[in-house]
């Protein structure tokens, strides 16, 4: 008997040989001897690949940045660095606005200042001393004129390029690079409101700054004793009416942006900045400051060094004073001039730049502008109709007005 036909003892029938494994069952699992080779057919899915969505997602891809900003609500150090890279990417015409505007503004500003001081001391000077109490009012009268004056061409300096750096922050967001020329003909259309409410900020901050020199005047008219109560009610004030500045300014620091690229007016402009700034006071304080506070470290930085060079050559070069150091002080002077001329240029447009970019974020995050932008930019580049992506949405909440 083989040993095929041997049974147990008490088995009732034979049992067969266990059959041979097939191919169509399916491989073993893994460890068992005698694997099935490759060619036996594909393994089922739990003993391949992890399936795909173990993997990265397909058709993922990051959000557009089709120029100057991503299409999409931005952390705090983009915003912090994106007012720089406005400088950087189109140098040309941020900052050649920047130099044409504060070059057109000195000239002009100087054109009035220097006139009236000099008329005003040499009469001074020349007049006997009897005629100084006469001549004193009216002397303050032309200088204080002349500072309106300069006040003014600081005003509509300021404003134009606040209108120039928010139509390059919007067309460089959208990929766009435009020239001085075709910035300054967007801007100018709205150059009225802009100019209304610089005007406007202006005013309240000479009207306070009055306020608090009238009390001090006021004080000192009266008694020694008046002057210091004076003094201590306009430190004071002056402390709480800070905090108001910075709580007010921030919560309007949106009205140029909204102005220029909504084309709103001044009433709508700061209802709308006081909506959009909503929630995101902190925030919107925040970049502003440290922008500010990093514009001013930086010019420091670099005219302190010309300030101590002015003050140390002279006496250097002429210890006695007999004038061999005028040709040296008058070159320091035309080098200070200039590189402040150039900071200011910077510091102006950049500055100028984060109100924009402060507004396309707080957009983006309370309005879902980035998914407008979005949509505009896929269809200009497709060859198709657009319309105004900034235009402020319906009240509704539906599409732009």
């Known amino acids: 008997m083989s040993e095929h036909d041997w049974q147990a003892p008490g088995a009732s ?12 069952w399916g491989p073993p699992t893994s ?14 899915p739990g003993y391949g690949a992890p399936p795909a969505p173990y993997g990265a997602p397909i058709g993922w891809t990051p ?15 983009t915003l912090l660095w994106a007012p720089f890279r406005t400088l950087r990417r189109n140098p040309a015409a941020t900052f050649g606005s920047g130099l044409i505007v504060q070059l057109v503004a000195l000239v002009v500003t100087s054109a009035v200042m220097v006139p009236a001081f000099l008329f005003v001391f040499g009469r001074l000077d020349s007049a006997q001393p009897d005629d100084l109490d006469a001549l004193l009012p009216g002397s303050i009268g032309v200088l204080v004129l002349a500072m309106l004056v300069a006040v003014a061409v ?3 300096a300021g404003a134009f390029l606040q209108g120039v750096m928010i139509e390059e922050v919007a067309s460089g ?41 009238g009390i001090v005047v006021l004080g000192a008219t009266i008694s020694p004793i008046g002057l210091a109560i004076g003094i201590i009610v306009v430190v004071i004030a002056s402390l709480g ?47 502003i400051v440290l922008v500010g506070v990093l514009l001013n470290i930086a010019s420091q930085i670099v005219l302190q060094p010309i300030s101590l060079v002015g003050g140390l050559l002279p006496a250097i070069v002429d210890p006695t004073g007999s004038g061999a150091a005028i040709p040296i002080t008058i070159v320091l002077a035309v080098v200070t001039l200039l590189v402040t001329l150039v900071i200011g240029s910077i510091t102006t447009v950049v500055q100028a730049a984060v109100i924009g970019i ?39 909440g539906g599409a732009p007005a």
């Open 241 to 287: 009416l800070a905090v108001l500045g910075f709580w007010l300014g921030t919560r309007v620091s949106l009205v140029p942006s909204i102005i220029v690229l909504e084309r709103a007016g001044i009433a709508a402009a700061v209802r709308r900045s006081w909506r959009l700034t909503t929630g995101f006071f902190w925030r919107t304080l925040g970049i």
């Open 63 to 77: 959000p557009p940045k089709p120029g100057l900003l991503p299409l999409r609500p931005m952390g705090f150090g």
């Open 13 to 24: 029938t034979p049992q067969p040989p266990a059959p041979a494994p097939v191919p169509q």
């Open 31 to 44: 460890g068992e001897p005698g694997a099935p080779q490759p060619q036996y057919g594909a393994a089922p």
């Open 173 to 213: 967001t959208l990929g766009q690079k435009l020239g001085l020329g075709a910035l300054w003909r967007r801007t100018l259309p709205r150059i009225g409101p802009l100019l209304g409410w610089t005007a406007l900020v202006s005013l309240a901050v000479l009207i306070v700054i009055a306020l608090l020199t």
């Open 358 to 396: 402060v507004y396309i974020d707080l957009r983006m995050r309370s309005e879902g502008l980035d998914l407008e932008l979005q949509r505009h930019v896929e269809q200009r580049d497709a060859g198709l109709p657009v319309g105004d992506p900034w235009a402020a949405p319906a009240p509704d």
């Open 154 to 156: 600081s005003v509509v």
